[in-house]
């Protein structure tokens, strides 16, 4: 059977970015230390920017993502699937009863061209095989030739995505995780680089969360025209995974790679290292 990834985060994300305006607004003020200064730019100009890229995120249209998300599949060992996504590269656990899932990584850097193009980075319960996604983690959008970095959190379908943090930077120590308690579910990130994106909430679910997956993904936003430029983030490298107690390997795991509608692939993943519990995700193109 081939896995359908249903409701991943721009999905989720993309559904949901028109309320992303009045979540941002909320965050540190564009001229606060938090906020990662840029290079020859005054405080000013920085926040005219930061207004542009949000704007741009506006301007997906709910609704828009993928229709086919797992467009092929293949076993080579009895816990190792090979998948390929349209939007998603990283790993994915599968079975019942997912109660955690926690994951670190460096924020990366990426290469901004005059492009607008987006990579989100996250850990999740559910959505690889489920319509629900309890999921947190950072944002890459480059715009105007720059890179904006954010920490959010999402219950799709519940509510809209909730950025918390735009001061997020390249370099930032980040970790993130879900934890579930019967119908309640903690989402946490902390970026102890810059302490104000940092959050941890807990929201319920009502019995539509089957927690049948956990992931750990670097993602291609989907807008109203289909998938979206994916940033050349380089390499995300995902460290540390848990997942109910275990690491990624101790569960049946699939390896998605990110592949463009001619097969091409846009982002691939390397294998787990030696302990089970990490992994590189590189970027190859943009679209």
């Known amino acids: 059977m081939h896995p359908r990834l249903t409701k991943p985060l721009f999905c989720a994300l993309a559904a949901c970015v028109p309320a992303l305006g009045l979540v941002m607004a909320s965050g540190p003020a564009a001229g606060a230390s938090t906020v990662p200064a840029a290079p020859a730019a005054s405080a000013a100009q920085y926040a005219t920017a930061l207004a542009t890229a949000r704007a741009a995120i506006q301007h997906l249209s709910i609704g828009g993502h993928a229709t086919d998300h797992a467009v092929a599949s293949h076993r080579v060992g009895p816990n190792l699937a090979q998948v390929q996504s349209t939007n998603w590269s990283g790993y994915a656990d599968t079975g019942s009863g997912f109660s955690t ?107 539509s969360c089957a927690n049948t997956s956990a992931e750990w993904i670097a993602e291609a936003p989907s807008g109203s025209g289909g998938v979206e430029p994916l940033s050349d983030f380089h390499t995300w490298t995902e460290s540390g995974a848990t997942v109910n107690g275990g690491v990624i390997s101790s569960f049946a795991d699939d390896e998605i790679t990110m592949v463009n509608s001619s097969g091409q692939v846009k982002a691939q993943p390397g294998p787990l290292n030696s302990s089970g519990n990490g992994f590189s995700v590189t970027w190859v193109r943009s679209t």
Request: net charge negative; aromatic share 10%; with cysteine.
């Open 101 to 207: 899932a926690t994951g670190s990584w460096t924020e990366p850097s990426a290469s901004c061209t005059g492009s607008t193009s987006l990579a989100a980075f996250w850990v999740g319960i559910d959505g690889f095989t489920s319509n629900t996604v309890e999921q947190d983690g950072t944002l890459i959008e480059c715009s105007g030739g720059r890179a904006f970095n954010f920490s959010w959190w999402e219950m799709f379908p519940a509510n809209a995505v909730q950025v918390v943090g735009q001061s997020v930077a390249a370099g930032d120590h980040i970790s993130a995780s879900v934890s579930r308690s019967s119908t309640s579910y903690t989402l946490r990130v902390t970026d102890s680089t810059h302490t104000a994106n940092s959050f941890s909430t807990t929201q319920r679910c009502s019995s």
